[in-house]
T-cell receptor, first 112, second 113 residues
Framework: EDKVVQSPLSLVVHEGDTVTLNCSYEVTNFRSLLWYKQEKKAPTFLFMLTSSGIEKKSGRLSSILDKKELFSILNITATQTGDSAIYLCAVNSGGSNYKLTFGKGTLLTVNP | SQTIHQWPATLVQPVGSPLSLECTVEGTSNPNLYWYRQAAGRGLQLLFYSVGIGQISSEVPQNLSASRPQDRQFILSSKKLLLSDSGFYLC????????????FGSGTRLTVV
């Protein structure tokens, strides 16, 4: 059974701090790993990673994948209160159905 | 551009009542469609997926069913709701051939009382 584990489950920081969120996985026929940000409603897409060692960056957020060690990290620098959200990691496994297996998420709270 | 619509946004239903949640996608053909549930533990659990009209795969045994009567329409149903059916339900679609990533609908918060 495919498995995605995120850590920590929750995190409280102050504005300006840098945070690192972790995601490890065990899946068959790996295709890609995705990060989503979920505030009050639907998750919104952040990054998709398919190759090891290539950093994806968007503003203060960045992410990298290690396919040998089966994990990914999501970094947020100079955090702001608007970064408060649940961050979800998901892995796309192969086959014709293109399923995503999600972790439980990391609840990030950024205090002013 | 593609858009996904999901309704209603919130729903409060008594135990034993029926359920129908609808999801439609615009701007694409033959999408893969998915229903997820997010309970208090925050992880997203895949309930059903569909790769074509009338083709439904169920991931977990439960009190719910899904149907795809048209190419871009996906419906989640129940004949008799249980308290444990409460949660946040998300519809999603992904391209058939690319298979990378999903776009989610805005979700339905269901409370069974």
């Amino acid at each position: 059974e495919d498995k995605v584990v995120q850590s920590p489950l929750s995190l409280v920081v102050h504005e300006g701090d840098t945070v690192t969120l972790n995601c490890s996985y065990e899946v068959t026929n790996f295709r890609s790993l995705l990060w989503y940000k979920q505030e009050k409603k639907a998750p919104t897409f952040l990054f998709m990673l398919t190759s090891s060692g290539i950093e994806k960056k968007s503003g203060r957020l960045s992410s990298i994948l290690d396919k040998k060690e089966l994990f990914s990290i999501l970094n947020i620098t100079a955090t702001q209160t608007g970064d408060s959200a649940i961050y979800l990691c998901a892995v796309n496994s192969g086959g014709s159905n293109y399923k995503l297996t999600f972790g439980k998420g990391t609840l990030l709270t950024v205090n002013p | 551009s593609q858009t996904i619509h999901q309704w209603p946004a919130t729903l409060v239903q008594p135990v034993g009542s029926p359920l129908s949640l609808e999801c439609t996608v615009e701007g694409t053909s033959n999408p893969n469609l998915y229903w997820y549930r997010q309970a208090a533990g925050r992880g997203l659990q895949l309930l059903f997926y569909s790769v074509g009209i009338g083709q439904i795969s169920s991931e977990v045994p439960q009190n719910l069913s899904a149907s795809r009567p048209q190419d871009r329409q996906f419906i989640l149903s129940s004949k008799k709701l249980l308290l444990s059916d409460s949660g946040f339900y998300l519809c999603a679609w992904s391209p058939t051939l690319v298979g990378y990533g999903y776009t989610f609908g805005s979700g339905t918060r269901l409370t069974v009382v």
